[in-house]
């Protein structure tokens, strides 16, 4: 494979591609794909590991390790292979390379704060929602759910208004 | 050939094995998409170069597609499986949590999926958010068990929800109207970044699209060409499928709010004995429960005399899942409101459960007192029946 690192997919035959990996997840595995709950079940697990008495205390938190460890679930095999998925098209496209990606005008500081902030902000809303962006938004909008047809207008919703104030950031 | 793989669905093991091979998929496409810059994932928002909208949409239209097609082939249960893999709708919480993500993913510069994707690719600030994503949801972890989070977490919930509930069209309908709508989106979002565009934003050959579009429009006309298909071939047609005592009294008794009893027989007989929570609707009362209008949130069980092989058509028109009790009224009271004799010592763990709960049932029905409890049991399973019925003695 060619190493270009500023070349990539076309956006729609990536996207075309992205359907068909969700679309054997369901025909294949039956599930789907998932980010968030994967995140959560590691800090369940960590949680677990420095502090059982308070997973156990907390209702939201113990459901995941109610069939066995709070790891030993399909989406965090499916994050694992995300990661290897992303290391290995990096490399090979000869984009892997330690650093901070951020605006023409941000700090790194700046850079990594807001990236704390929208971390939240993307955990909280995830939780809220029972999915982000992969889970809820593609897994169930491809399979026509009502809700998370809703939750993918929201995205859009909060991200244009939120653009207005981060473009400092990026900008 | 029928969707999903039973084979896989059976064997957990198997599944996390495809998973991690559906993920590296998953992490190849994001990062070759350029989703492990958070740099490119932002111009989606001011407008310079909309790879997610494309990407995003690109790959919902493909699997709506394919899902829809199989479906209308009769290979796979597209209701089936969207109840088994997405969750159930609470609009309001879904719609400020969207917003919320919405704004996150800006300032942080990624989804939570494509941090992942951004680590692969040595970005400190994707660790550092996906700091922040595993934080977050501990936090509202925390949150959502207490007032006021605890109501709204739990509001705006209609249960299972199609588009093509809401619409009262066949899925492949929604599916072309997908197709144009996204036909719609990238041409506009195209003539956005024509306007926008910093001249760095490479110039796309139009090609692509134009070959994309008209695979998208294929596969929806194939789709509504199998709206013609005979239905014998297709799950829609088949008869309810059953559901045995045990699993209604666990259903009844566990979570009463995901199913809906409706007992069929005459009223003076129902009058008399129904399962707990079922609604009398002989047969003369069935049009009137309007079935087709309502809400598909519950999970519809008929019951009949004895075994009925199929729900009456009024009933069959509910847009949910609807269910028979297999052998009916008569199997409920064999199993429910008959004592149940005691396990054989060294039963299984199963079937000591199961009498536990009929135990429990009988004596919270009948008002009978509990039979003796069986031998060496594990405290758990005893107050499972206690919960909902209000009585019984059992263990």
């Given at each position: 494979m060619?190493?270009?690192?500023t070349?990539?997919?076309?956006?729609?035959?990536?996207?075309?591609?992205?359907?068909?990996?969700?679309?054997?997840?369901?025909?294949f595995?039956?599930k789907?794909?998932g980010?968030?709950?994967?995140?959560l079940r590691?800090?369940?697990?960590?949680?677990?590991?420095?502090a059982?008495g308070h997973?156990?205390?907390?209702?939201?938190l113990?459901?995941?390790?109610?069939d066995?460890?709070?790891?030993?679930?399909y989406?965090?095999?499916?994050?694992v292979g995300?990661?290897?998925?992303?290391?290995v098209a990096?490399y090979?496209?000869?984009?892997?390379?330690?650093g901070v990606?951020?605006?023409?005008?941000?700090g790194?500081?700046?850079?990594?704060w807001?990236?704390?902030?929208?971390g939240l902000l993307?955990?909280i809303?995830a939780r809220?929602?029972?999915?982000?962006?992969s889970?809820?938004?593609l897994?169930?909008?491809?399979l026509?759910s009502?809700?998370s047809w809703?939750?993918m207008?929201?995205i859009?919703?909060g991200?244009?208004?939120a653009?207005?104030?981060?473009?400092?950031?990026?900008? | 050939?029928?969707?999903?793989l039973?084979?896989?669905v059976?064997?957990?093991?198997?599944?996390?094995?495809?998973?991690?091979?559906v993920?590296?998929?998953?992490g190849?496409?994001?990062?070759?998409?350029?989703?492990g810059?958070?740099?490119k994932?932002?111009?989606?928002?001011?407008g310079?170069?909309m790879?997610?909208?494309?990407v995003?949409?690109?790959?919902?239209?493909?699997?709506v597609l394919?899902?829809?097609?199989?479906?209308g082939?009769?290979?796979l249960d597209?209701r089936?499986l969207?109840?088994?893999?997405?969750?159930p709708?609470f609009?309001w919480?879904?719609?400020?949590?969207?917003f919320?993500?919405?704004?996150?993913?800006?300032?942080s510069?990624?989804?939570?999926?494509?941090s992942f994707v951004?680590?692969g690719s040595?970005?400190?600030?994707?660790a550092?958010a996906?700091a922040?994503?595993?934080?977050?949801?501990?936090?509202w972890?925390?949150?959502e068990l207490?007032?006021?989070?605890?109501?709204?977490?739990?509001?705006?919930a209609y249960?299972h929800v199609?588009l093509?509930?809401?619409l009262?069209?066949?899925?492949?309908v929604?599916a072309a109207?997908?197709v144009?709508?996204?036909?719609?989106?990238f041409l506009?979002?195209e003539r956005?970044?024509?306007?926008?565009?910093?001249?760095?934003?490479p110039a796309?050959?139009?090609?692509p699209r134009?070959?994309?579009?008209?695979?998208?429009?294929?596969?929806?006309?194939v789709?509504?060409?199998?709206?013609?298909?005979p239905?014998?071939?297709?799950a829609?047609?088949?008869?309810a499928?059953?559901i045995?005592?045990?699993a209604?009294?666990?259903?009844?008794l566990?979570a009463?709010?995901t199913?809906?009893?409706?007992?069929l027989r005459?009223?003076?007989?129902c009058?008399?004995?129904?399962?707990?929570?079922?609604e009398c609707a002989?047969?003369?009362?069935?049009?009137d429960?309007?079935?087709?209008?309502a809400v598909?949130?519950?999970?519809?069980?008929?019951v009949?005399?004895?075994?009925?092989a199929?729900a009456?058509?009024e009933i069959r028109?509910?847009?949910?899942?609807?269910?028979?009790?297999?052998?009916g009224?008569?199997?409920?009271?064999a199993?429910?409101l008959?004592p149940?004799?005691?396990?054989?010592?060294?039963?299984?763990p199963?079937?000591?459960e199961?009498?536990?709960?009929?135990?429990?049932l009988?004596a919270?029905l009948t008002?009978?007192?509990?039979?003796p409890p069986a031998?060496?049991?594990?405290?758990?399973?005893?107050a499972?029946?206690?919960?909902?019925t209000?009585?019984?003695?059992c263990?």
């Amino acid at each position: 494979m060619e190493r270009n690192p500023t070349k990539f997919w076309n956006p729609y035959l990536a996207g075309v591609a992205l359907g068909l990996v969700l679309l054997s997840a369901y025909l294949f595995v039956g599930k789907g794909l998932g980010a968030s709950g994967p995140a959560l079940r590691l800090a369940a697990a960590a949680v677990g590991a420095v502090a059982p008495g308070h997973v156990a205390a907390t209702p939201s938190l113990a459901r995941l390790g109610a069939d066995g460890h709070p790891l030993d679930h399909y989406l965090v095999f499916v994050a694992v292979g995300t990661l290897l998925g992303g290391l290995v098209a990096a490399y090979t496209a000869g984009r892997l390379a330690p650093g901070v990606t951020r605006g023409p005008s941000a700090g790194v500081r700046l850079r990594l704060w807001m990236a704390l902030g929208g971390g939240l902000l993307l955990g909280i809303g995830a939780r809220l929602a029972r999915g982000c962006a992969s889970g809820q938004a593609l897994t169930g909008g491809a399979l026509l759910s009502a809700g998370s047809w809703a939750f993918m207008l929201a995205i859009f919703a909060g991200g244009y208004a939120a653009a207005w104030l981060a473009r400092r950031e990026w900008r | 050939m029928t969707f999903p793989l039973e084979a896989v669905v059976a064997r957990p093991e198997l599944a996390s094995v495809l998973g991690v091979l559906v993920g590296f998929g998953f992490g190849f496409v994001l990062e070759r998409a350029g989703f492990g810059d958070a740099r490119k994932l932002l111009r989606q928002f001011f407008g310079t170069e909309m790879v997610m909208l494309k990407v995003m949409f690109g790959a919902i239209v493909t699997a709506v597609l394919g899902a829809v097609v199989l479906a209308g082939l009769g290979a796979l249960d597209l209701r089936a499986l969207a109840d088994e893999v997405t969750s159930p709708t609470f609009l309001w919480p879904m719609i400020a949590g969207g917003f919320l993500v919405g704004v996150g993913i800006v300032l942080s510069g990624y989804c939570p999926g494509t941090s992942f994707v951004g680590i692969g690719s040595g970005k400190l600030d994707a660790a550092v958010a996906f700091a922040g994503v595993i934080v977050g949801q501990l936090l509202w972890a925390e949150l959502e068990l207490r007032e006021p989070f605890r109501t709204f977490h739990g509001s705006g919930a209609y249960g299972h929800v199609y588009l093509y509930d809401l619409l009262r069209v066949p899925p492949a309908v929604v599916a072309a109207a997908i197709v144009a709508m996204a036909a719609g989106a990238f041409l506009l979002a195209e003539r956005i970044e024509r306007l926008l565009g910093a001249p760095a934003a490479p110039a796309e050959p139009p090609s692509p699209r134009r070959r994309v579009l008209a695979g998208f429009g294929g596969a929806a006309l194939v789709a509504l060409a199998t709206l013609a298909l005979p239905r014998g071939t297709s799950a829609v047609a088949a008869p309810a499928p059953r559901i045995d005592p045990e699993a209604l009294a666990r259903r009844v008794l566990d979570a009463p709010w995901t199913v809906r009893v409706l007992d069929l027989r005459p009223l003076e007989a129902c009058a008399a004995a129904r399962i707990p929570g079922a609604e009398c609707a002989p047969p003369e009362a069935l049009a009137d429960l309007g079935m087709a209008d309502a809400v598909p949130a519950r999970d519809v069980v008929v019951v009949g005399a004895g075994d009925l092989a199929d729900a009456p058509p009024e009933i069959r028109a509910y847009r949910g899942r609807v269910q028979v009790l297999a052998g009916g009224f008569e199997a409920w009271k064999a199993f429910a409101l008959a004592p149940p004799e005691a396990p054989a010592p060294g039963a299984s763990p199963a079937a000591l459960e199961t009498h536990r709960l009929r135990a429990g049932l009988n004596a919270a029905l009948t008002g009978a007192a509990a039979p003796p409890p069986a031998p060496v049991l594990p405290a758990a399973g005893g107050a499972r029946p206690k919960k909902k019925t209000g009585g019984g003695g059992c263990g």
